[in-house]
Nanobody
């Protein structure tokens, strides 16, 4: 099973930016849909953004226009650029590899806190 390691989380003021990274242990991300999810305390894990093998992207309504998902196949890394951050974006962010025909792989998560 591929190992996914997220990084880039932290504390940021409202209106600020962060870039999350998700590094895969194998040269695999170009073959599957990759996604970012987030989970706030007391809430269900929700899809934030996804990028398909062909490069198509989709976003939740709550982040559309502010977040951008991208992929560097040569570095086996997926990114989530987050701009204009709001307090309601505070959550643990998880990277997910969707194999499609079997259970996917999750990273361990990285905390994002938006607060003044």
């Amino acid at each position: 099973q591929v190992r996914l390691v997220e990084s880039g989380g932290g504390l940021v003021q409202p209106g600020g930016s962060l870039r999350l990274s998700c590094a895969a242990s194998e040269n695999i991300i170009s073959r599957y849909t990759m996604a970012w999810y987030r989970q706030a305390p007391g809430s269900r894990r929700e899809l934030v953004a996804a990028i398909t093998r062909g490069g198509n992207t989709n976003y939740s309504d709550s982040v559309k226009g502010r977040f951008t998902i991208s992929r560097d196949n040569a570095k086996n890394t997926v990114y989530l650029q987050m701009n204009s951050l709001k307090p309601e974006d505070t959550a643990v962010y998880f990277c997910y590899l969707n194999y499609g025909d079997r259970a996917g792989s999750w990273g361990q998560g990285t905390q994002v806190t938006v607060s003044s």
